[in-house]
């Protein structure tokens, strides 16, 4: 282990204690899950505190944990069928707006920020997962680091994570009337409508998604009999 992610850790723990409900050290990073209740007083010190100095903030996004650990395809015996199976699962996003699903689950939304010290030339990964109570809401963190303002609006935007204490919190990437939230693994991958210009009433129109849920499938090479089979007669012939 690095002495310099050995010394970070132990500082951690020291400054912050159960402050601070995790600290995980792997593959050369530190990741610290945080609770909303701290996230700001802890960001703070972060950065102001001279024995870490993060004074820059590098990225902050959203993560949704459904269906985390879970494989997407399943190989194992594959017969003649082919991987119809995976075709008719309604696995993330294979399946209508009508059809979707909502889970609650603990632990589902989480704001993930990177912050990096330049005066120590350390980085830090920092987690804080949202209370699933209805409202997904987490501490802003625009008044420590003002570079989080459109990372904000952007974790808002794609997974509806409300950021408290933002001064302008709405849409950046999607348009204004937009209905859900695109990367949420409950919102489907056709969207929810489909979007046009109409050249007789002079305006972009909405309309229901004309096509249905579908998935690529991979594509697979196996041995082909016919080959084995046509060598042999042209061996034979020879």
């Excluded at 696995?91 to 993930?112: C, M, N, Q």
């Excluded at 980085?123 to 420590?144: E, H, N, Q, Y």
Aim: net charge negative; charged share 30%.
């Amino acid at each position: 282990m690095n002495d310099k992610k050995m010394s970070l850790e132990k500082k951690l723990k020291s400054q912050f204690g159960d402050l601070i409900s995790n600290i995980v050290n792997q593959y050369g990073e530190i990741t610290c899950e945080v609770t909303p209740e701290n996230w700001q007083q802890i960001c703070q010190q972060l950065r102001d505190d001279d024995q870490f100095s993060f004074e820059q903030l590098i990225d902050l996004c959203g993560i949704d944990y459904l269906t985390f650990g879970e494989a997407e395809w399943d190989t194992d015996g594959v017969s003649s069928t082919g991987f119809s199976r995976g075709i008719s699962n309604k696995g993330p996003g294979r399946f209508s707006w009508e059809e979707r699903e909502t889970e609650l689950i603990d632990k589902r939304f989480a704001v993930v920020v990177h912050l990096l010290s330049i005066k120590h030339n350390m980085r830090i990964r920092l987690k804080c997962f949202a209370p699933d109570t209805g409202v997904l809401a987490v501490p802003s963190l625009i008044k420590i680091w003002s570079v989080a303002d459109w990372f904000e609006r952007e974790a808002f935007d794609l997974f509806g994570i409300i950021f408290v204490g933002h001064p302008d919190l709405r849409r950046i990437l999607t348009d204004y009337g937009f209905i859900g939230h695109p990367f949420r693994k409950d919102f489907p991958l056709i969207g929810n409508v489909e979007v046009r210009y109409d050249e007789e009433k002079g305006r972009v129109v909405y309309e229901p998604v004309s096509i249905e849920p579908r998935v690529t499938i991979p594509k697979t090479i196996r041995k082909d009999a016919r080959y084995a089979e046509n060598q042999e007669q042209l061996e034979g012939d020879s």
